[in-house]
């Protein structure tokens, strides 16, 4: 059985006298630096993040994080006040090199563990010290693992019991965002991550919100207005939120998938930048590209504050808006096609978003696949360059409106018809220019398969699953709007698992294209 020792353990001690105290950016931390000078490019050990003070429920896993700088690279030592950290089952200490984060885990946590912690970093030219306490709420008698151990022994040394199978673990990404997220985008994130027991889920977000609240609590005194990360007309991205911190001084911090990042107030000069108005505070991205897609977490003094994860859209544009010509008074019309689903694309003018209203109609047909932005009653300032934008990716084109020279002020509707309703000058067998791709989805999700087919003459089409032609099927709803097919399955079932085919077939020729439907579910732990 390990039994703590109660012996104190001592502190490293300088390598030198003249020993100087200096102070840290991060309350909290003690910093002592040996030498009177430090050469050019050294420096002594510090804390970028701070190990914080931990009130755990018995049985559960307590960390202490700590991220550390120095130069040269310093030596890092966990310690507490009352014991020993030398059992490797009882205390774990990690160091994860692509975050460079040092963590100390104490799993199944007991009222033996509370205690004072120190973390301690140290290079030649220095150590930097910071402590936290951990606080143990008991919740009753609870036998030992090695009492246990004696009693399963003893009893049922003969009893064979098969191994439980393992669960799969959810991503700890899952929980964060759920709880920075409104409830709205509960069904959403479960789609993303597979995890379809919504009560369970509910119940353990509860429980999750509760310590989270706790640990913030000593930080914050305010928090409200968490607004997810969008991303701008100008190609930028931003989220925000209103804080209200209990103590100015204390720091805040950015993260990208576990990683500190950099960031300045000056946010037009920099890649991250924050602009606080009040008890605003407003994170920037400038400049999106596909590597700034991740989660982003707000840290205030190594306490998790708001999460939120930017992702691009994978959609193409099938058919791109056109030039369109317009007398005053008509209304112009711009039509395109995008390769998957959406509720809405963000429709532009001179890079001012439009919206629905007395001068604009935004339409989306019942597929999600074609988009319409009609521009009523047209006049001399409505021309100029309109824009539709689905993730990444974008099209404009002109609006040219010319004068009534008759007088009539008649208006009249003006429609620009689809590229591919207008008949071909030449006969081509068909083909696919945008391929199916695989597919995994949850239990009782819809699922969309969408391809684009050109061909002429126009191109028959049938769906496949296993060899078994779906057309008839009022499982599946099966359309083709302008050379993009589609295929949904409305409730998504483990009979759904298997092989999809489309064949499309005219006259000179037939061409097919496959892809494979994974139905999985999550369970939660």
Sequence with gaps: MFKIRKTKEEEPTAPGQGEIKKRSKVPGVMITQYVEEIPERMSTPDFTRK???????????????????????????????????????????????????????????????????????????????????????EVGYKKTKPFMQFISGALFDRVEVEPKEEKKEIDERFWELLMSADKKEYESICFQYGVTDFRRMLTKLSEKKIEREEEQSKVVERLCNLKPIELRDDGGAEFELEMSLKDPSHKIFLFKDGVMIPFNADETEVKHGLKQVGKKFVFSINGVDPEDAGMYQVEVNGVKIFSTDLKMPNV????????????????????????QPMTNLKWTMKNAPLEQGEKYDIEVSEDMLIHTLVVKDCKQLDKGIYAAAAGMNSC???????????????????????????????????????????????????????????????????WYRNNISLNTNTNYHITNTCGVCSMVILRVGSKDNGEYTIAAQNSLGRVECSTKLTVQGTPLD
């Design 396 to 462: 404009c084109a002109w609006l040219i409106v010319e004068a009534d020279t008759d007088g009539t002020g008649k208006k009249k509707k003006f429609k620009l018809e689809m590229p591919e309703t207008k008949g071909c000058s030449f006969d081509a067998a068909p083909s696919f220019t945008v391929p199916l791709k695989m597919h995994s989805s949850p239990e009782a999700y819809e699922c969309y398969m969408t391809c684009a087919v050109t061909g002429n003459p126009k191109p028959s089409i049938t």
């Design 316 to 339: 193409d544009f099938l058919v791109k808006i056109q030039e369109v010509t317009a007398l005053e008074r008509e209304d112009a019309v711009f039509e395109c096609v995008v390769s």
């Design 51 to 137: 190990p914080i003070a931990l009130t755990i429920q018995e049985g559960k896993l307590a960390i202490f994080r700590a991220i550390i700088i120095g130069e040269p690279t310093p030596s890092v030592t966990w310690i507490r006040n009352d014991g020993e950290l030398d059992d490797p089952e009882l205390y774990k200490i990690t160091f994860d090199t692509s975050s460079g984060e040092h963590q100390l885990q104490i799993p199944d946590v007991s009222g033996d563990h509370t205690d004072t912690y120190k973390c301690l970093a140290t290079n030649e030219y220095g150590r930097a010290v910071v402590t936290a306490s951990l606080n143990v709420i």
